[in-house]
């Protein structure tokens, strides 16, 4: 294994003149089917342990969500045509003889993580699942037992992680957050889990564009509709002012026309019910954002095995890399992590580590290059602990 350190020259991020960032909140339908997927594995994964005493091996991470239709206006809706959900990929449904109901174990994580999400789906008549997953490839699998000690890689792939934050970017998270969480949806029922939040900043100000599927049963007419924008926006602009000072400027729903009742307004709070689909990877990477001024790596990590899938665990790996590295050392304005494996190598020797480093005026990465390679060495060694958290469910993939 190889670490490469470099210092590049060159602005910072959030000092360039332009940067935008997206967060896909929890019920917008790309963030949907990753957290299904990844559900189905945390199921199939306690199945597994269950019946073998280990995980299995096993990748669901193809997915996708089929939207419905539905009419609704002010006061109510129904969904006329059901949202449809399909699970795929590979896994084990067989172990010393007894046979695993793989696809019964799919459908009922899928169940069970759309009644944690979502709060106004009927399951039973607005939603068919269907899943597809298959027997494991014979390589992929001999290379999953072979990995007696440390697991060998079953991929050649990378994965990339970056720290700190920007400005803009803890905006556009924590944003959705707030109109994701449990304390803001009792106090509005009427936003519905479908939130995507584009924030754009140009120079000293920042535009949040939000979209949100509100609930149409709790909102009588366009009067209170536009009543309740507002007050959201001001919420958003309150919370806003505890991340930045720069200007932030807020748009809900900015395709609404409100001349003519053309709003935003769904029966269920997700826009799946009407059209639109998603499908695994296409949202948030495992920082929780879509970053393009970063490096970003366009594997999805939803669904695919914690064990020895490199797709997920250097996505979590160079994550956890980078913020370690700025914590240690503030003299380090940005971090950029990038780790790459080769199929059949144990996965805590990656081909190659690429450790590149934007350092405050003056500085130099040489002085603290070698301590930095040792955060490096020191998280590879415990990569077996980080997987263990994946399992146990410390880390978001999306």
Do not use: W
């Not at 564009?209 to 958003?236: C, L, P, Q």
């Not at 290059?369 to 955060?375: D, F, L, M, P, Q």
């Amino acid at each position: 294994m190889s670490i490469n350190i470099e210092q590049f020259d060159r602005l910072l991020v959030s000092e360039q003149a332009v940067e935008f960032v997206e967060r896909k909140g929890l019920g917008h339908p790309d963030s949907l089917i990753d957290g299904i997927v990844e559900n189905v594995s945390l199921a199939l994964g306690r199945v597994y342990t269950k019946e073998a005493g280990l995980i299995l091996h096993h990748n669901v991470d193809k997915g996708l969500i089929v939207g419905g239709s539905s009419e609704v206006t002010f006061g109510k809706g129904v969904i006329t045509s059901p949202i449809e959900i399909i699970v795929a990929g590979r896994a084990t449904d067989e172990f010393k003889g007894r046979k695993i109901d793989v696809d019964g174990i799919a459908t009922e994580a899928t169940k069970e993580y759309l009644k944690a999400h979502t709060r106004f789906l009927d399951l039973d008549n607005e939603v068919r699942i269907v899943s597809k997953i298959r027997r494991g490839s014979a390589d992929l699998g001999s290379i999953f037992k072979r990995g007696s000690g440390v697991p060998l890689s079953n991929d050649t792939s990378f994965g990339i992680g970056f720290a700190p934050f920007t400005e803009t970017e803890k905006l556009a998270l924590e944003t959705e957050r707030m109109l994701n969480s449990a304390k803001y949806k009792k106090a509005f029922p009427m936003v519905g889990e479908d939130i995507k939040v584009m924030g754009v900043r140009e120079d000293g100000s920042i535009t949040l564009t939000v979209a949100i599927a509100f609930v149409s049963k709790y909102i009588s007419d366009i009067n209170e509709y536009t009543k309740i924008k507002e007050k959201i926006t001001e919420d958003i602009l309150k919370n806003a002012r505890s991340i930045t000072s720069k200007k932030v400027d807020v748009s809900i729903n900015h395709g609404d026309s409100h001349e003519t009742n053309d709003v935003y307004i769904t029966k269920s709070g997700l826009s799946c019910e009407a059209g639109d689909d998603g499908a695994v990877g296409r949202g948030n990477r495992v920082n929780g954002l879509i970053t393009p001024f970063r490096f970003m790596s366009l594997e999805a990590a939803a669904g695919k095995n914690p064990v020895n899938h490199v797709g997920k665990i250097y996505n979590i790996v160079s994550k956890k890399m980078a913020e370690d590295i700025v914590r240690n050392y503030p003299s380090i304005k940005e971090c950029n992590v990038a780790l790459v494996s080769q199929i059949g190598r144990p996965i805590n020797d990656p081909r190659s580590v690429s450790i590149s480093t934007v350092m405050e005026k003056g500085a130099k990465i040489g002085p603290i290059a070698s301590k930095v390679r040792g955060i490096a060495s020191d998280t590879l060694d415990n990569i077996g602990s980080i997987t263990k958290d994946i399992v146990n469910g410390k880390y978001e993939m999306f």
